[in-house]
């Protein structure tokens, strides 16, 4: 059984930036893909950016620039930076692992891009 628990969500003014957290618990994390996904209200739940087990990452286009994800296996953590953060942004992300065939989700932290 995995357990993911997510950190650093927020109120930020636009422009501005936070830093979540993704702490995997067991072993074995650096073998895994890691992915960070979001949720706004009303909406569908997208994949934001994505992480391999080599450190290749990839990224939605609306994000491309000001996100960053990156991964630090000996903390079994992987992380989510982002910039230049903007209104639409606003969601619950969730940090997300999948073993086939189970998905493995966090509970969500709320990201709230207001002034």
């Known amino acids: 059984q995995v357990q993911l628990v997510e950190s650093g969500g927020g109120l930020v003014q636009p422009g501005g930036s936070l830093r979540l957290s993704c702490v995997a618990s067991g072993s074995m994390f650096s073998i895994y893909a890691m992915d960070w996904y979001r949720q706004a209200p009303g909406k569908r739940r997208e994949l934001v950016a994505a992480i391999t087990s080599g450190g290749r990452a990839n990224y939605v286009d609306s994000v491309k620039g000001r996100f960053t994800i990156s991964r630090d296996n000996d903390k079994n953590t992987v992380y989510l930076q982002m910039n230049s953060l903007k209104p639409e942004d606003t969601a619950v992300y969730y940090c997300?692992?999948?073993?086939?065939?189970?998905?493995?989700w966090g509970k969500g932290t709320l990201v709230t891009v207001s002034s």
């Open positions: 997300h692992r999948y073993v086939p065939p189970i998905n493995y």
